[in-house]
């Protein structure tokens, strides 16, 4: 179950709630057509995952089935642990390789692109960045972590992420050294030369210091990227670095280029196009936002629109959530059960089940048997076995499906 989809309220609640603190603080935390692009943003983010949930996860459990070293009890609460601290030790190499991985960054800049920094910008998510993190989390299927284990855990390191988005929160003393807070996460949206790359960690900071990448918040950084993407559309947000790579690669000269253009770090160019292009400065004062005028009748209608739309979203999604729990009619649904021995699943289950078309056996309960029996196909051999049963074309009763070769006929039996 995706607890960030059930979260969705929650996060609306939360947003008008720093609204209304920033209103009471005169503080200019939020831009509608900002938060508009960022919500848009995430809902195209969740249509794509919800559409390519079932084979990005085949992965995990297809490893976790055939090469799991352990067998992890899903009640332990140190496994509940290690798995959390697992994810999170991977999801930090995932997004710092999202930064260092220009095919990488393709995918995650989406997040990083609003020149605001609010709660409505951790939504703000790529639609394609699930097709590269699943990879980094493999190990934690050969290690044994059951899939239930995974997803929620993956859920719990989602949601944390949430609230750190945000101004309204200055330093938290001593929590600054071992958590990813407010004040270490708005260094990673900065577009600083000093805040690049920074400041990676889910929801420990701690990484960061043990692997190098940390820096403490100084002055405020200036939010967005080095080249604003000036647009509010949320598909051109996901595609625009793609068309910028593939343009660069259509003018490098070397074939080599083109290829490490898709690995080299964001800047990297061959010596043909100019070479490596650093950071530019900015100026806290002297950096205008993007912004767009439009008539106000323009706006609410606008307005009302997205309203309609994140409402159908919203209602699909939790209908898509509604069906991961029980299988609806005509869709794929992955059916995860870990029976009787709570976690030492046996190799059948884990299932796809199409519901109308192939059902989930029930799991008849603690301390019984998961093997069913069978019921025996007649044999060809068999004196009581009819003709009609293995003629060629042979049907499903017979032993095999393949045609018989002439030299070897049911009759003859």
């Given at each position: 179950m995706n607890y960030v989809v059930l979260a969705v309220p929650v996060f609306f609640l939360l947003i008008g709630l720093e609204l209304l603190i920033a209103r009471l603080q005169e503080k200019d935390y939020y831009s509608l057509s900002d938060s508009v692009a960022d919500l848009g943003c995430g809902l195209v983010s969740q249509l794509v995952e919800a559409a390519l949930k079932t084979s990005l996860f085949a992965g995990y459990l297809f490893l976790y089935q055939r090469w799991r070293q352990f067998e992890i009890p899903v009640h332990s609460v140190a496994a509940w642990a290690g798995c959390l601290l697992g994810y999170d030790l991977l999801y930090y190499w995932f997004h710092r390789k999202s930064h260092e991985v220009n095919a990488f960054w393709a995918a995650h800049v989406v997040h990083h692109q609003s020149e605001e920094y609010n709660l409505a910008v951790a939504l703000r998510q790529g639609a394609f960045q699930g097709a590269i993190s699943w990879i980094f989390y493999l190990p934690l299927a050969v290690i044994g972590f059951p899939p239930l284990m995974f997803l929620t855990v993956s859920s719990i390191d989602t949601l944390y992420q949430f609230w750190i988005h945000t101004r309204a929160i200055?330093?938290?003393?001593?929590l600054e050294w071992l958590l990813s807070t407010p004040s270490n996460h708005r260094v990673?949206?900065?577009?600083?030369?000093?805040?690049?790359?920074?400041?990676?960690?889910?929801?420990?900071?701690?990484?960061?210091?043990?692997?190098?990448?940390?820096?403490?918040?100084?002055?405020?950084?200036?939010?967005?990227?080095?080249?604003?993407?000036?647009?509010?559309?949320?598909?051109?947000?996901?595609?625009?670095?793609?068309?910028?790579?593939?343009?660069?690669?259509?003018?490098?000269?070397?074939p080599a280029d083109k290829l490490r253009?898709?690995?080299?770090?964001?800047?990297?160019?061959?010596?043909?196009?100019?070479?490596?292009q650093p950071a530019p400065e900015v100026d806290p004062a002297g950096t205008p936002k993007f912004t767009t005028s439009a008539p106000a009748g323009l706006k609410a209608y606008a307005f009302v629109q997205f309203v309609i739309t994140i409402a159908v979203g919203i209602v699909f999604l939790f209908r898509q959530e509604s069906c991961s729990a029980r299988p609806c009619r005509g869709r794929p649904a992955l059916v995860l059960d870990g029976g009787g021995d709570h976690g030492r699943g046996r190799r059948g289950d884990l299932r796809l089940a199409v519901a109308g078309r192939a059902r989930p056996r029930p799991h008849p309960g603690p301390g019984?048997?998961?093997?069913?029996?069978?019921?025996?196909r007649p044999s060809c051999r068999s004196p009581r076995t009819s003709a009609s049963t293995c003629r060629p074309p042979a049907s499903p009763t017979c032993a095999s499906w393949r045609r018989p070769p002439p030299w070897r006929s049911c009759r003859g039996s």
């Amino acid at each position: 179950m995706n607890y960030v989809v059930l979260a969705v309220p929650v996060f609306f609640l939360l947003i008008g709630l720093e609204l209304l603190i920033a209103r009471l603080q005169e503080k200019d935390y939020y831009s509608l057509s900002d938060s508009v692009a960022d919500l848009g943003c995430g809902l195209v983010s969740q249509l794509v995952e919800a559409a390519l949930k079932t084979s990005l996860f085949a992965g995990y459990l297809f490893l976790y089935q055939r090469w799991r070293q352990f067998e992890i009890p899903v009640h332990s609460v140190a496994a509940w642990a290690g798995c959390l601290l697992g994810y999170d030790l991977l999801y930090y190499w995932f997004h710092r390789k999202s930064h260092e991985v220009n095919a990488f960054w393709a995918a995650h800049v989406v997040h990083h692109q609003s020149e605001e920094y609010n709660l409505a910008v951790a939504l703000r998510q790529g639609a394609f960045q699930g097709a590269i993190s699943w990879i980094f989390y493999l190990p934690l299927a050969v290690i044994g972590f059951p899939p239930l284990m995974f997803l929620t855990v993956s859920s719990i390191d989602t949601l944390y992420q949430f609230w750190i988005h945000t101004r309204a929160i200055g330093r938290l003393g001593p929590l600054e050294w071992l958590l990813s807070t407010p004040s270490n996460h708005r260094v990673h949206h900065g577009r600083n030369p000093k805040y690049i790359d920074r400041n990676h960690g889910g929801i420990l900071i701690v990484w960061d210091r043990l692997f190098g990448t940390y820096v403490a918040e100084q002055e405020e950084p200036v939010y967005g990227i080095t080249t604003p993407l000036r647009s509010w559309n949320p598909v051109w947000a996901n595609l625009h670095y793609w068309a910028d790579l593939i343009g660069k690669a259509r003018r490098a000269a070397r074939p080599a280029d083109k290829l490490r253009l898709l690995l080299a770090r964001p800047g990297w160019l061959p010596a043909d196009l100019g070479g490596f292009q650093p950071a530019p400065e900015v100026d806290p004062a002297g950096t205008p936002k993007f912004t767009t005028s439009a008539p106000a009748g323009l706006k609410a209608y606008a307005f009302v629109q997205f309203v309609i739309t994140i409402a159908v979203g919203i209602v699909f999604l939790f209908r898509q959530e509604s069906c991961s729990a029980r299988p609806c009619r005509g869709r794929p649904a992955l059916v995860l059960d870990g029976g009787g021995d709570h976690g030492r699943g046996r190799r059948g289950d884990l299932r796809l089940a199409v519901a109308g078309r192939a059902r989930p056996r029930p799991h008849p309960g603690p301390g019984v048997a998961t093997s069913w029996p069978r019921r025996p196909r007649p044999s060809c051999r068999s004196p009581r076995t009819s003709a009609s049963t293995c003629r060629p074309p042979a049907s499903p009763t017979c032993a095999s499906w393949r045609r018989p070769p002439p030299w070897r006929s049911c009759r003859g039996s």
